[in-house]
């Protein structure tokens, strides 16, 4: 006897399809709340379309059998006409070649290399901003961001200026998102839109390819992550990656690298806006450990309460919202089969909600991270990173530039939120606060 399809949201396709666009987060959180681990949803005739809500979910689909899927395949589509085969999309036996090559420039000692740069750059952004003037906190972070990484990318900076990058991202970014907001038309259609599109990746491509050459020109150590990557060889084969394998793992870590830190630091000051005593707490950290100097490494292990907001903020805020993956064959999940070719959705923004897990899961609460709290859940009950092979290669950098960041900003200022209006996250290549985060700041000192 066949088993039937797991539960999922009554109604029909257009109906959904309504819902869901106009509110993905809430389509997908109603989705788990109202039925369960495994949730069939309804997205278009003869289309399969999954949700999982369940930490064992997890642990199967992006570790024990995660050579049993790919990334769907809209998002090979939608990703790779910008970022092209890098490590965000690529696959298989040529995804584990490249992310062996990439590692060794994401070793300890190598990033913690990066951390001056990256407290010299926050200085230097904060002498721009004015207490008591709003501003575009997200806006200003997306700005840093962009430095950081253009710094510790490609040494000098960005032949050009990062605000040529910064314009050719959000192009990226904006198409990318766009998939979660509207249908997508044909890229063969001569619109607006697709023409910048097309521009924006001639512009990156012909940037990346000038630097590249002028470095195999040169050759050497410059002691940034593109040395690395063009000085890795194959451990089988002693081969080192193409000018097309170098583009693409270039930008797809520029991509990534700013867009994520970025939106994390900007959740984190909105949640300390709205809970002042966690900020004390923090800010007597920061005094305690740093005083008034620029904070190093050497502070971040002394530094438990800033540590467990910034694990809370990625709880509720996960950059990485959602994961997707499309089953090669025929797999049981939950008891159900679902069949290859389906599209399946692995969201840390609905299962860190899990209320079977999380008490009061909608609420800001750091102290959830005292240490050894994370080993009493289940392992994939948090995954903010992801997970298996694919886990993000940048964690470490990521968790370091968020820290140094934030650290070096609340020991000077405190922050408060600057609209009435409410802040609200938008899903789209990464979570953002939709219309930004405006803020003032107030010295501390």
């Not at 408060?416 to 938008?426: F, R, S, V």
Request: proline share 8%; net charge neutral.
């Amino acid at each position: 006897m066949t088993r039937p399809p797991p539960p999922g949201p009554a109604g029909n396709f257009y109906a959904q399809l309504k819902e869901l666009r106009s509110d993905f987060l809430a389509y997908l959180l109603n989705a788990a709340t109202e039925h369960g681990d495994l949730v069939r949803l309804n997205p278009g005739p003869g289309t399969y379309l999954y949700l999982v809500n369940h930490p064992d979910l997890v642990r199967q689909i992006l570790v024990t059998d995660a050579e049993k899927y790919h990334k769907s395949a809209m998002t090979q589509k939608m990703v790779g006409r910008f970022l092209g085969n890098g490590l965000i999309v690529n696959e298989d036996q040529s995804h584990k070649k490249q992310r062996r090559l990439a590692q060794p420039a994401f070793h300890k000692q190598r990033v913690d290399g990066y951390a001056h740069s990256m407290v010299e750059l926050t200085l230097q952004e904060m002498a721009s901003w004015r207490p008591d003037t709003p501003f575009d906190f997200e806006a200003s972070m997306n700005v840093l961001t962009m430095k950081i990484v253009a710094k510790t990318l490609f040494g000098t900076g960005v032949a050009g200026g990062t605000e040529k990058v910064g314009r050719i991202m959000q192009v990226f970014a904006e198409a990318i998102s766009g998939q979660f907001r509207a249908l997508p038309l044909p890229q063969w259609l001569p619109i607006p839109r697709h023409l910048r599109q097309r521009a924006a990746v001639a512009e990156m491509d012909a940037l990346i390819k000038e630097m590249v050459a002028e470095w195999r020109t040169a050759g050497t150590d410059n002691g940034d992550l593109m040395s690395m990557l063009l000085l890795a060889r194959d451990m089988d084969s002693n081969d080192g990656m193409n000018d097309k394998q170098l583009r693409d793992e270039l930008v797809s870590i520029y991509f990534a690298g700013h867009e994520t830190v970025a939106k994390l630091i900007s959740w984190v000051i909105y949640l300390l806006t709205q809970n002042p005593a966690v900020t004390q707490q923090v800010q007597t950290e920061l005094n305690a450990v740093i005083g008034n100097r620029p904070p190093t490494t050497a502070d971040l292990p002394q530094m438990p309460k800033l540590d467990q907001v910034i694990k809370e903020t990625l709880r509720i805020y996960p950059s990485a919202w959602v994961f997707d993956r499309t089953p090669l064959v025929d797999v049981e999940l939950a008891g159900y089969h679902v069949p290859a070719g389906a599209t399946i959705y692995v969201s840390p923004y609905v299962s860190q909600r899990d209320p079977r897990i999380f008490d009061q899961p909608d609420r800001f609460l750091p102290e959830r991270f005292a240490t050894g709290w994370e080993q009493n859940i289940p392992r994939y009950a948090y995954y903010p990173f992801g997970g298996g092979p694919r886990v993000c290669i940048g964690q470490a950098f990521a968790e370091m530039e968020a820290k140094l960041i934030l650290a070096t900003i609340l020991s000077k200022f405190s922050v408060e939120l600057a609209t009435q209006e409410p802040i609200e996250p938008e899903p789209g290549a990464t979570l953002r606060p939709k219309n930004g985060l405006p803020v003032s700041i107030k010295s501390v000192l």
